[in-house]
């Protein structure tokens, strides 16, 4: 990424409509009605299972997790066509694959309330267990999940909705919840998306129609609030779910409003920050940084973005 860069989109062959989407090895893997693989490369999308898939997923030991209805599912490669119940009554914002002090399986967040870490079973046949990693006791849903060492200690600790928890020792022992900040006032206030910047936490109220957008530096005791850097626009960002960082920039795209952009902000020598727009006139949900540009997608499709520095 370029100060100061002229940017070109170059849509990428893919089904409209769908709700959710992950990146892997070139592949993105996309959902909603059906679930289809698309080379990031041009080549020919690919359905690799039917049903009526939410937004949130996650690839996991070769295969995906999703959600159908209110049951959990795990899909296996290479069919993806005879899904496995992980659980049922649950209502995912976010899933992710982690490892958690020895054990592999898929972080979720759940109704807004919970952090499950559930683990395979032996028996493929049988419901995955879970580990309660946390209860929220708030006003406001949280959502918005990244697993990252905090603390330093060497232990994967978490970033979910306006907190940092951290991890025990050993699997069993209880999590510790920490603010980073108080963004509580509204039912969906804390309904985020995250992404690391460096050090620093980028946080977006991703279901606000007005949202706010910050950066968070952490402080050299993460376990106060952290300092907050609000980023301003004209107008403010409107439901802003694709979000992706790098070392020292990130990338927000909105998802509602009459001309919706997705923006580049880049934090300059001087500690502030430099917005451009990169594209307008089409919502997007999700977003990847790639070694050259980057990748977004919404409900129209994927696209892949170019950037040439401004003669």
Not at 2 to 9: D, M, R
């Amino acid at each position: 990424m370029q100060k100061g860069t002229l940017w070109q989109a170059h849509p990428i062959a893919s089904p409209e409509g769908l709700r959710g989407a992950a990146l892997r090895e070139g592949n993105v893997y996309l959902w909603g009605d059906g679930l289809y693989r698309v080379p990031v490369n041009q080549g020919p999308s690919q359905r690799l299972a039917s049903g009526s898939f939410g937004p949130a997923g996650c690839l996991y030991d070769g295969g995906i997790v999703l959600q159908t209805g209110e049951d959990l599912v795990f899909l296996a490669a290479p069919r993806f066509d005879r899904p496995r119940r992980i659980d049922s009554g649950v209502d995912a914002a976010d899933c992710q694959a982690a490892r958690l002090l020895g054990h592999n399986g898929v972080l979720v967040t759940h109704r807004g309330l919970q952090v499950r870490h559930y683990t395979p079973p032996e028996d493929s046949a049988t419901r995955w267990p879970y580990r309660e990693i946390y209860s929220f006791y708030t006003a406001s849903y949280q959502a918005g999940l990244i697993v990252s060492d905090v603390d330093g200690d060497g232990h994967p600790d978490l970033f979910c909705g306006n907190y940092w928890i951290r991890s025990p020792e050993a699997y069993e022992l209880p999590w510790r919840l920490f603010a980073i900040n108080t963004w509580n006032e509204e039912p969906l206030s804390a309904r985020v998306r995250l992404a690391l910047m460096g050090r620093s936490l980028v946080v977006a109220q991703g279901a606000m129609r007005q949202a706010r957008l910050a950066v968070f530096d952490r402080p050299a005791d993460p376990t106060q609030l952290w300092k907050e850097h609000r980023l301003e626009s004209e107008p403010p960002p409107r439901q802003p779910q694709a979000l992706a960082a790098g070392p020292d920039f990130f990338v927000l795209g909105e998802s509602a409003g009459p001309d919706p952009r997705l923006m580049l902000w880049q934090r300059h020598s001087a500690g502030g920050f430099r917005m451009s727009v990169i594209h307008r006139g089409r919502p997007f949900t999700h977003a990847w940084v790639l070694n050259r540009g980057l990748l977004a997608f919404g409900p129209g499709g994927l696209m892949r973005f170019e950037g040439s520095p401004i003669q």
